[in-house]
């Protein structure tokens, strides 16, 4: 964990107590969810420095927005063969000073995508999952990722930064599942597990119609 000796200052207090409460809302999945949870609450309140000032890994741990764009009818999942990460993973991006995980989403979307970001429904501006994730390879980090959950048409993505991304997929959630792990952001199953739970706990509130 970063040292908690950063001397927290008055212009760190509302962003910090904005993110520990969007950490916190997050419901746990599973144990893991639940112990990266505690993770980043200690690492936000101990008033480390939360984003990368340089690239690739300063500071060590830092914060990340992921977007799944989800396209509720075709029930599909987009997902990004990242260039660097060599793996397929959501898109998103590192958040940068002074900006909220949410704007992140809606700058990146646009960077990487090409389309405005539309929260989905099911979570609105909130993120639906937590990890906490060394990477790999050369100046390996610690990214602390907010996984927020978009709302999109697949046949509005018509293109994507080359520079980040060499191809793009749409798969189901079992499409993802069947997908072996070590292809994948680390997290993905998990992840995909709880968006199904998710959206049948959605389907399942919605109101029955009025019988004529």
Request: aromatic fraction near 6%.
């Given at each position: 964990?970063?040292?908690?000796?950063?001397?927290?200052?008055a212009?760190?207090?509302?962003?910090?107590?904005?993110?520990?409460?969007?950490?916190?809302?997050?419901?746990?999945w599973?144990?893991?969810?639940?112990?990266?949870?505690?993770?980043?609450?200690?690492?936000?309140?101990?008033?480390?420095?939360?984003?990368?000032?340089?690239?690739?890994?300063?500071?060590?741990?830092?914060?990340?927005?992921?977007?799944?764009?989800?396209?509720?009818?075709?029930?599909?999942?987009?997902?990004?063969?990242?260039?660097?990460?060599?793996?397929?993973?959501?898109?998103?991006g590192?958040v940068?000073?002074?900006?909220?995980?949410w704007?992140?989403?809606?700058?990146?979307?646009?960077?990487?995508?090409g389309?405005?970001?539309?929260?989905?429904?099911?979570?609105?501006?909130?993120?639906?999952?937590?990890?906490?994730?060394?990477?790999?390879g050369r100046?390996?980090?610690?990214?602390?990722?907010?996984?927020?959950?978009?709302?999109?048409?697949?046949?509005?993505?018509?293109?994507?930064?080359?520079?980040?991304?060499?191809?793009?997929?749409?798969?189901?959630?079992q499409?993802?599942?069947e997908?072996?792990?070590?292809?994948?952001?680390?997290?993905?199953h998990?992840?995909?597990?709880?968006?199904?739970?998710?959206?049948?706990?959605?389907?399942?509130?919605?109101?029955?119609p009025?019988?004529?």
């Amino acid at each position: 964990m970063p040292s908690t000796g950063h001397l927290l200052t008055a212009s760190d207090d509302q962003p910090r107590a904005r993110l520990l409460g969007l950490v916190g809302a997050i419901e746990p999945w599973d144990d893991l969810e639940r112990t990266h949870l505690g993770t980043a609450a200690r690492w936000i309140a101990g008033g480390a420095p939360l984003h990368r000032v340089r690239k690739p890994d300063v500071p060590a741990m830092h914060l990340v927005s992921y977007f799944v764009v989800l396209d509720e009818r075709r029930g599909q999942l987009l997902l990004v063969a990242h260039r660097k990460a060599g793996l397929w993973l959501p898109a998103g991006g590192h958040v940068e000073p002074g900006e909220d995980p949410w704007a992140a989403v809606g700058r990146e979307c646009r960077e990487e995508l090409g389309i405005e970001a539309a929260a989905s429904p099911i979570t609105g501006e909130r993120p639906l999952f937590l990890t906490v994730t060394r990477t790999r390879g050369r100046h390996a980090h610690t990214d602390v990722s907010l996984w927020y959950l978009l709302d999109a048409d697949a046949r509005t993505i018509t293109s994507y930064d080359p520079g980040e991304f060499s191809a793009i997929r749409w798969l189901t959630g079992q499409q993802v599942l069947e997908e072996p792990e070590e292809l994948l952001d680390p997290h993905m199953h998990r992840f995909t597990r709880k968006l199904r739970h998710a959206r049948t706990v959605g389907q399942d509130a919605r109101p029955v119609p009025a019988q004529p």
